[in-house]
């Protein structure tokens, strides 16, 4: 079964860190582009930070230079590490493992799996 599974949420003052950590199943991890995308309450799911299998990374503008995600392939984790916090990145946070299209030992992959949200809160 595959599991993928956030941690590392928590309430931070304006101006702090936190880092989120994301472990997905080993069967999808190596062949997954690796995401974490948010929701604020009454807005639409968001990209926010995304690093595919190569390690190759983008970000939401809204991000840009102050949170970086990373990922360890050993782990099977994924981080998103956040400075620079302010209130507006408030939501909960999903982590989200893409392997759509590719095979891992023989097995055909054509959907996506998501984590079940941590909460980030911004405030002082």
Request: include cysteine; hydrophobic fraction near 30%; charged fraction near 15%.
């Amino acid at each position: 079964q595959v599991q993928v599974v956030e941690s590392g949420g928590g309430l931070a003052q304006p101006g702090g860190s936190l880092r989120l950590s994301c472990t997905a199943s080993r069967s999808i991890f190596s062949i997954s582009n690796m995401n974490w995308y948010r929701q604020a309450p009454g807005k639409q799911r968001e990209l926010v930070a995304g690093i595919t299998r190569g390690g190759f990374t983008n970000y939401a503008d809204s991000v840009k230079g102050r949170f970086r995600i990373s990922r360890d392939n050993a782990e099977t984790t994924v981080y998103l590490q956040m400075n620079s916090l302010k209130p507006e990145d408030t939501a909960v946070y999903y982590c989200n493992a893409d392997p759509r299209g590719q095979y891992y030992s023989g097995t055909y992959h054509g959907a996506d799996y998501w984590g079940q949200g941590t909460q980030v809160t911004v405030s002082s």
